[in-house]
Every structure is written in structure tokens, then in C-alpha cells.
DNA sequence: ATTAAATTTTAGACAAATCTAAAAATATAT
DNA sequence: ATATATTTTTAGATTTGTCTAAAATTTAAT
């Protein structure tokens, strides 16, 4: 039994942590959270006597493998339920996020785990993020940047800005999850891109924008 | 913006006063709502003066016309919530209130909607329940209590009691939502009848039990 | 290695929703 | 109609999550 606010820190120092160092701060869980780091640390000793979090105070914090747990699972259920919105109620990836916020705290083990049969096992939510199974294992990765990417033929697996922007702007290029990607040119000044999508129309991407693109590295 | 507590109140105020009298008293409210009265009345000075609910103080409460519309709000959500549970994710009848509970107040019009798209614009939940429509119009009432209603065919539209214990009796029974019953016997000295089920199997029921079971007026 | 800057924590306060115990108002009973 | 019982409200306290302002600690800079 943890409250809503107790999973939302979980979930931000597991994502905190996962790109880049393991010690999470006080004021970037502040920043993440829309809160004062004053707040910040009276919930982490909250947490800390949980055992959730190892916490020393001044030296940043980090998940416990229980605390872990519940981050991964608040994750699975927020995959989850995106999917669900896009796949089945005819959502637009781009309007889904705020919708799984408040979902991804329904608690039911048995809910989700029956979502997850209706969705027939999927491996990746809307925008080609892995979605953990109920042990908690995240599916392969799969993906590197298209900026950074070697070759010239690829397939679209994920998105790294998930804001509404970014994905309306995809929206109008006609680039969506599983597009074929070719490289047509690269443009060292700037390092943009020359693309075609599908075979069929082709389109120049700003090297800001390949930076947010994932593709698979076969 | 309403909280979850909120809406909580004014659902059971609604329920209160749709089985019985206009105004509904603070102890009931406090018993239906596993509180205590000194709650009660707090939570009602609080609702009074965002003008959802009639306050005199002693004097019962009741809603005023905003505050009934966002408690038939809710029932749609909390019923809609339902019936995707058992249509669609196979869970059984006698076990989706309390996940429903708290799906109704996941916010977003939009997504109850799309919902009730989804699952094709139903006007009834898992228990027989009307499901008003998003301008918090109920479909027109079909039903009575079989204890209570004159013929001997009739088809089984609903239920009272909600109870997991009720709901399980019935499928042991093999009785549910749309069977056909037949009256074959009324025993008039403990009023308990003997009926046929869909032309097969036939079973004794108590009045208790017929006292809760709501069938189709033709 | 001190000082200055940034970060983090503490102290004290507040709003929401609850509680207990006591007081006030209403309803009931003889 | 007056006393008794019931219901409801008030008063004051508690818990959760937040805040501001000030103090403590760590980091960075000269």
C-alpha cells in the first residue's frame, strides 16, 4: 500500500537513475516532480524508512530491489494502459500520457495482468518503449539513434521525446512506429538528413529531430 | 476538480437519496461511507460552499443540480468501467466493484467516451445496472422484482444485491443476466418458487433471493 | 586552504481529510 | 410538556504532502 505520491518518487528516481548516474539528487527529483526539494526530502525519509530507497542524507538516493520493483510495475502499467488507449479506444500517441498517469496507480495485480492478455502480450508501448512482464524483465533492446545510426536502411522502433509536439510533428511527416527508414543523404554541415519513408515520400530531418528518432539495428 | 473524497460524497448522497427520501442525513451518509459523523459534517460545510450540495445545517442535505450531474457522471464511468471488465477482460461479474471503484475517478472525458464507444454504446452493466448516457440520461427503467412480479415468464434483467457472496450463488445456480425464467411453483407460506432456467434446469430460490433478482415487465 | 556558491536539510506552518470528546439541536416518550 | 434519547455539530488534535525561510553541508573556485 503505497499512495500515489509515494509511487510518482519511485518512478522518477528509477528514471533518474536509468539515464545516467546511480545516486539521484534531491533537487533533480524536485525539477522532475514539480516540487520543492524541501519536499523532496522529507518524503525520501519517508521512503528510506519503507526501506524503498537507500538514502544517506547530502548523498543522493537510490532505488532498493523492492523499491525497484514497484518502479518497474508502475511502469509496466503505464505501458500498458497507453497501449491500450492507442490500440483499442483510437487515442493519437501524442494525447495518451496524462490519461496513463492517473491509471498507472489503479492498483489490481489482476488488472493489469488481464490487460496485458487483451493486448495479446505486447512487447513495446506506443512510442517503442519496452514494456516489463509481470517478473518484471524488460524485453531486448533493440534500438539505437537514428542520428548515430551505421547504414542507410532502417526500421522505426521508438521515439526519445515523447512530448505532444515532437509526435504531432511525426504525425505530419508520415512517420509512425515501424516505417521504413532510408537514408538517402547526410548533410555534414548541419548533420540533417535526407530521408524516404516507406518507399514513398522522402523528407528532411533536422539532426535535432534523428537525435529523437529510434531504429532498429538489425 | 473535484478529489476523489469529493466525489466519493457526492455519489453516495445520490445513492442515498435515489432508494428512499429527498434528504439524506448526515449518519447514513457516515455509514455508507465507513466515517464518522464529525467527518461527515465537515465534508458537507466543504461541499456546501462550492454549491454541490443544499446544506442547512441539522437539517440533511441534498444535491443541487451540478453537483447530481457529477455524480451521475460517475456512476457512468464506474459503470462503464464495469462492463469493460467483464466483456472485455474476462473478469467476473461478482468481481469488478472494487476495481471499478477506482477507475471512476480517473479523469478525462474524452477517454470515458471513447470507452463507451468501444464497447458499443451499451444502456446496461454486468449487474443489469442503467448506464446513463454523457448528457446523464438513464435508459428507460424495464424491470421488477421477481418476488414481486405477476406472470410466470420472465427474463432476468438485473440484480439488487451486488455482493460477491449474492453474485456467486447465482452462477452456481447457472443463472445470470438475459436467462429466461419460468415460475413453475410459488409456495405461499414461505413465498420461495421453483422456476426453470432457459427451459433446463430447474431451481428452488428463497424470497429472499427472488427479492433480489429484477426481471423484464414485457 | 579558505572563501564563495550551490545543494540539501531542518524548522515551522498550512490545507485536506480524518478522528475523539463534548456541546448543541432535534426527535421521542411518557 | 418536560425529560430522555438520538442526531448533529463544534472544538481541538492527527496525518499526509506540501511550502518558505533559515541553517547546515558539500562542491567549486581562486
Redesign the pocket.
Known amino acids: 500500500m503505497n499512495?500515489?505520491?509515494?509511487e510518482n518518487?519511485l518512478k522518477a528516481i528509477y528514471k533518474l537513475a536509468a539515464n545516467g548516474q546511480e545516486e539521484v539528487?534531491?533537487?533533480?527529483l524536485?525539477e522532475k516532480?514539480?516540487?520543492?526539494?524541501?519536499?523532496?526530502?522529507?518524503?525520501?525519509?519517508?521512503l528510506s524508512v519503507k526501506k524503498l530507497i537507500n538514502?544517506?542524507?547530502?548523498?543522493?538516493v537510490s532505488l532498493t530491489a523492492s523499491g525497484k520493483k514497484i518502479a518497474i510495475q508502475i511502469i509496466r502499467k503505464h505501458r500498458l494502459w497507453e497501449l491500450f488507449l492507442v490500440k483499442k479506444l483510437d487515442f493519437g500517441w501524442d494525447e495518451v500520457h496524462e490519461i496513463a498517469e492517473q491509471l498507472e496507480h489503479i492498483e489490481s495485480d489482476e488488472l493489469i495482468n488481464k490487460l496485458e492478455k487483451f493486448l495479446d502480450y505486447p512487447r513495446y508501448d506506443p512510442h517503442g518503449d519496452p514494456i516489463p512482464d509481470n517478473k518484471g524483465r524488460f524485453p531486448a533492446e533493440r534500438s539505437s539513434l537514428l542520428s548515430e545510426a551505421k547504414g542507410e536502411l532502417f526500421i522505426m522502433t521508438g521515439v526519445v521525446d515523447h512530448g505532444p509536439a515532437f509526435l504531432q510533428y511525426l504525425d505530419k511527416l508520415g512517420l509512425g512506429l515501424g516505417d521504413e527508414i532510408k537514408v538517402k543523404e547526410r548533410n555534414p554541415y548541419d548533420e540533417s538528413l535526407k530521408i524516404s519513408i516507406n518507399k514513398k515520400q522522402s523528407a528532411f530531418i533536422s539532426h535535432q529531430v534523428a537525435q529523437n528518432i529510434l531504429v532498429s539495428i538489425e
Chains 1, 2 share one sequence.
Request: cysteine-free; glycine content about 6%.
Open positions: 499512495s500515489f505520491t509515494e518518487y539528487s534531491t533537487n533533480a524536485a516532480l514539480g516540487t520543492k526539494p524541501a519536499s523532496v526530502t522529507d518524503m525520501l525519509k519517508k538514502y544517506k542524507r547530502y548523498q543522493g
